[in-house]
């Protein structure tokens, strides 16, 4: 193996940029000619518009043009990438979602006019200067209050504020209810999954530009998949074919989800340099994307959980009303049915589930994937509902777990809700969790802390997640509009160098080290010879992007797919320079050498054969190495491992604190154990966030209360202690070439439960056995709150 | 952020003309006045830096007094009145964070008079004097509730100063986004008299503790507080807290301050 192959922490290249400050992300990029928008938002949730007057702004200095939705009316509304079938078999209601607001503003942050000018001050003035005479209407903001008989609707158009009402098996729910008819205990939870802002450390940033000459549109935007982006705006928005359009996603700061989607300041950026004949650019400000980002879960779910008179789990249902803002963001339908319902399994033999989701329209922000998305929202109820069992049924929440996990000689594991498991251990990673958790000491420094005034606690959770995301002809079934393939080229130099091109996206993720190291690992060379391309669809194949912990899964085995291609024809190649049969070649640290012989070329004098073909088998084979693989996943990835949470209360103002937290994680196989652990980091931080800090609040006229990093509590690094990470308890893939099952969001989703549990248990250790639930976050107001009662 | 012009006078007179101009705003640390001004909520027509003039630098002891200039930073506070008056000191030093405690003043803290900001605590509870550049104003008649107090038009603030207290110490609550303060107390015992002061809980703003006071009187300890409680009625409701969970978080916080105090 050379040294930088799989299996090694070799440090991040791209590290050397991002930490210099010499990344080159959107922002960065300044064109000649370069004029700048404005957006002019809503400041009201839900209004009527009677009336745009432009004319004193448009007078304003360096102002270019100004834009309302009446210069849109050639181009198409931001489309909706998955169709979700209700309960009755009937399409989801599907709204228009024009580029600009067209005669309705329907959330605050909703944008009504767009201002071009010579600078962004100027635009910024003029947006000032612009009237909208806006009738004001009642917003519906609660979700049940927007299903009610009589409620104003978000879109006039259609029936209700009803997306669809979802179920899951639908057939299977009078068997589902028969089995809580019959059961032994039913145990029930209502629950909040409260919305979060991803606030990624860079904003959006778009600049559009065009070039008349050869009718070429370029847009540079701060996305997670260009490839993507391309297709939905070219094909559905602006008719713009793919030959002339390209799309470029450079250094991007973060993403979350929130980066996935089709927004319209791309569409925008894009529009108005054809239309000004000049480069367009919009940097979101951070006050902005608080408005106009995507934001995350926003779940209120009732969950129910039957057990017959042994303690096995029997059944399970649940209600879950599912928050879709004003309009559908690109996968918006698919979080809270696809990527949620098929997850309500766990790490469980429940033999019966039945879950119904009704999303709503509320005039909110759109809500949509958001790290984890929807696989958080399942493991929360399912963990924090057997603590309540194991609570209510005076169990030990780890046992009861134990007892129903589905066991490893059970693999292939069909589950009712549609999925199959190829592979897992849950009991190994428990046991792993207890040991570097030392859940043996924990009596000893509860009494430490009870020494000191402060209540203690330990709460688990186990999750498991579908990764890898995913074969195109199920997600078609299900109402996907898209493929989940990814691709590669693997372009071999003439000196041996290499150049991969990858339809996978990095904002973050280190796929610059991690390919590399895959690639080298298969050839045998150093992987400083190999460079990873990625984030332009003029010279990448096309690709599906980085979202869902798929990029290693799916990314990588194209890569390695592609790499095999250029393997075998790199031996057909040396087979003729060593005269010898293609099977006859053996590939080792780089180097071709015949098989029981020393008769060997190595990598570069083959590749210098294939790029200057003096002797060269031209009659049978092409000059050049360079190839290129699509990979399509037979099946998702199923990420699994046990989160443990240790928490010191203060009882008097109710402040929780994470004294300890470890992670014991099923990966399958580990290209690079120390990015791993990076981003089970990260995740863990987005989930205690999540669990006890963060919160995207609107009131009931829409307003943004957490409009600001001074009241969205993001949390900071001494908000946590030392994380205890492991991922030794591995069981590869059974289905991809490098047996890997994805990490980016098992932090996210493994960590609230494990928290929440934590608080629950340190308050009934302490006497307050009154408190069966607190809603996240559970911010010391609240926890000090149930205290009281 | 809108267009204005822009003047750093040398001298307290420079300052005051200047600031005669219309819409004229004195600029100190600009913690609060830069967001709101890139947020186009404030839109002076001539910013006057008071950064440049020596007389608004420093700590030094005058007597029994702690003398501050206004325009001393947060982190100046921290480290050079640790020696005379630590509570003070440590107040200072919880202040935002290193970056705004490195530009961030007295003067204009408490000019600003954020009804969670620190420094209104530590000034109402040390009974310190707020000095201008016309008059002398004790801290009991300058907060003049939420973002208020009794400064005029014009007026600037050019030192505090501080009567050094026996014992005195902070406790303060953090609002987890902003990391102001929730709920704080200071408390400061004198030869003969103990204050209290309170910030970040109420909608009026910083304000004393009186029973607190009495109590602290009779006996300096945590013990004398048990059983005192705030009412919640006027006390900030928002997202981070209830008014009851405010009022009991200043009663917890005064009882942690007295311990802290010794």
New interface residues.
């Given amino acids: 193996m050379p040294k930088d192959g799989i299996g090694a922490s070799t440090k991040r290249r791209e590290d050397l940029r991002f930490l210099t400050g010499n990344g080159k992300y959107t922002d960065d990029i300044n064109l000649r000619g370069q004029a700048f928008v404005h957006f002019l938002r809503s400041d009201v949730a839900h209004g009527r518009i009677n009336g745009i007057d432009t004319t004193v702004a448009a007078d304003m200095p360096g102002v270019l043009r100004i834009f309302t939705a009446a210069d849109f009316e050639s181009a198409g509304g931001l489309p909706c990438g998955w169709q979700v079938t209700d309960k009755h078999g009937q399409p989801m209601q599907e709204p228009k979602h024009p580029i600009l607001a067209e005669g309705k503003v329907r959330h605050v942050g909703d944008p009504i006019a767009a201002v071009v000018a010579e600078t962004a ?1 100027q635009a ?1 003035d003029a947006a ?1 200067a612009i009237e909208v005479d806006i009738e004001e209407l009642p917003a519906v903001i609660d979700m049940k209050a927007a299903l009610a008989e009589g409620a104003p609707k978000v879109h006039d158009e259609l029936t209700s504020n009803l997306c669809y009402d979802w179920g899951f098996v639908e057939e299977n729910k009078a068997a589902v209810d028969e089995a809580f008819d019959k059961a032994a205990h039913v145990v029930s939870l209502e629950l909040v999954n409260n919305r979060l802002v991803a606030n990624p450390m860079e904003p959006r940033v778009a600049v559009g530009d065009y070039d008349p000459w050869g009718d070429q549109s370029t847009l540079y935007t701060t996305s997670q998949n260009p490839h993507v982006i391309r297709l939905l705006m070219g094909a559905f928005v602006l008719n713009i074919p793919e030959h002339k359009l390209r799309v470029v996603a450079p250094d991007v700061g973060g993403g979350f989800g929130s980066k996935i989607y089709h927004y319209a300041e791309e569409a925008f950026c894009t529009f108005a340099a054809r239309a000004l004949k000049r480069p367009v650019k919009w940097t979101c400000s951070r ?1 902005e994307a608080f408005i106009s980002d995507a934001q995350g879960r926003d779940h209120r779910t009732k969950m129910e959980l039957a057990l017959d008179a042994d303690h096995n789990f029997t059944a399970i249902r649940t209600e879950t009303y599912a928050n879709m803002g004003a309009y559908l963001s690109t996968f918006a339908p698919s979080i809270p049915t696809w990527l949620h319902g098929t997850l309500m399994a766990g790490n469980y033999r429940t033999p019966l589930i039945y879950v119904n989701v009704k999303a709503v329209f509320t005039n909110t922000v759109p809500v949509d994937a958001y790290r984890g998305a929807g696989r958080p929202e399942a493991t929360y109820q399912l963990e924090r509902i057997i603590d309540k069992a194991a609570r209510d049924l005076g169990v030990d929440p780890i046992a009861l777990r134990r007892q129903n996990f589905i066991k490893p000689d059970q693999y292939p594991y069909q589950t009712p809700v549609a999925v199959v498991y190829d592979t897992g251990n849950y009991d190994a990673t428990m046991d792993k969790l207890l040991e570097i958790t030392d859940h043996a000491g924990f009596a000893a420094r509860a009494a430490e802390s009870a020494n000191r005034g402060k209540l203690r606690g330990f709460g688990v959770a186990s999750y498991i997640e579908a990764c890898g995301i995913a074969p195109s002809n199920l997600v078609g079934q299900l109402g996907a509009r898209a493929g989940l393939y990814e691709s590669a080229t693997i372009r071999v130099n003439a000196t041996g160098s290499i150049s991969v091109y990858t339809g996978s996206h990095s904002h973050g993720q280190g796929h610059e080290t991690t390919f590399a190291q895959v690639v080298a690992d298969m050839i045998g060379v150093d992987a400083s010879t190999i460079e990873i391309h990625h984030g332009d669809t003029s010279n990448s194949p096309m690709g599906m992007g980085t979202y869902g912990s798929r990029s290693l899964a799916v990314g990588g085995s194209a890569i390695v797919r592609a790499t095999n291609k250029v393997v075998d024809k790199a031996k057909k190649i040396a087979a003729h320079l060593l005269e010898c049969a293609p099977e006859d070649i053996e590939l080792k640290d780089g180097k071709f050498s015949v098989a029981g012989t020393d008769k060997s070329v190595d990598w570069s004098g083959v590749t210098l054969a294939a790029y200057v073909p003096h002797n060269y088998p031209l009659e049978d084979l092409e000059p050049g190495l360079e190839e290129t693989a699509f990979y399509d996943p037979s099946n998702f990835t199923y990420p699994a491992g046990a989160y443990g949470c240790e928490v010191e209360i203060d009882p ?4 929780v604190d994470i004294v300890g937290f470890a992670a014991a994680d099923d990966f399958g196989n580990v290209v690079n154990p120390m990015i791993v652990e990076g981003q089970v980091h990260g995740g863990l931080a987005q989930g205690i966030g999540q669990a ?2 963060e ?1 995207c ?1 609107f009131d009931d006229s829409g307003q943004l ?2 409009g600001s ?6 949390p900071r690094a001494d908000d946590f202690p030392g994380f205890k990470v492991d991922h030794s308890c591995n069981t590869p893939c059974t289905h991809n070439p490098l047996g890997v099952k994805g990490c980016g969001e098992a932090g996210a989703i493994g960590s609230p439960p494990a928290v929440v549990n934590a608080v629950i248990d340190a308050l009934h250790r302490a006497g307050h056995t009154h408190v069966s639930h607190i809603d996240m976050p559970l ?3 609240r926890v ?2 149930a205290m009281q009662k | ?1 809108y267009d204005f012009d822009f003047v750093k006078p040398g001298s307290i007179d420079g300052a005051v003309k200047a600031l005669a101009a219309e819409d004229a705003i004195p600029l100190a640390g600009g913690q609060t006045l830069l967001p709101s001004m890139k ?2 909520l404030n839109a002076p027509s001539v910013m006057v830096s008071l950064r440049g003039i020596p007389e608004l630098q420093g700590v030094c002891r005058d007597g029994d007094v702690l003398v501050v200039g206004a325009a001393t930073t947060h982190a100046r506070v921290a480290t050079e009145a640790a020696a005379e008056y630590p509570g003070l000191a440590a107040l200072a030093g919880q202040i935002g964070d290193p970056a705004v405690r490195a530009m961030g003043t007295i003067g204009g803290s408490l000019a600003n008079n954020d009804p969670s900001a620190c420094y209104p605590a530590g000034v109402l509870g040390s009974g310190a004097t707020i000095v201008t550049n016309a008059r002398e104003i004790a801290a009991d008649d300058f907060f003049d509730g939420m973002f208020a107090t009794a400064l005029e038009e014009g007026e600037i603030i050019t030192s505090v100063r501080f009567p050094i207290p026996q014992k005195a110490a902070y406790a303060k ?1 953090h609002q ?3 990391r ?1 303060a ?1 709920a704080a107390a200071f408390v400061a015992r004198f030869a003969g008299t103990v204050r209290v002061a309170i910030t970040g809980a109420s909608e009026g703003g910083v304000f004393r503790w009186t029973e607190a006071e009495a109590a602290l009187k009779e006996s300096f300890t945590p013990e004398a507080l048990s059983g005192l409680t705030l009412p919640a009625e006027g006390m900030i409701g ?5 008014p ?2 405010r009022a ?2 200043a009663a ?1 916080m005064t009882r942690r301050a007295v311990a802290a105090a010794g």
């Fill in positions: 001050e910024r000032e006050s008097e103002t109710g402040k006890l800090m919160n609040v209360l957490s990093f001074m009241d969205y509590a993001m911010t010391p107001s000090w709150a | 952020m947020q186009r609550f987890p986004a902003s102001f929730l928002d997202l981070h807290g209830t009851d969970y009991h978080l917890v």
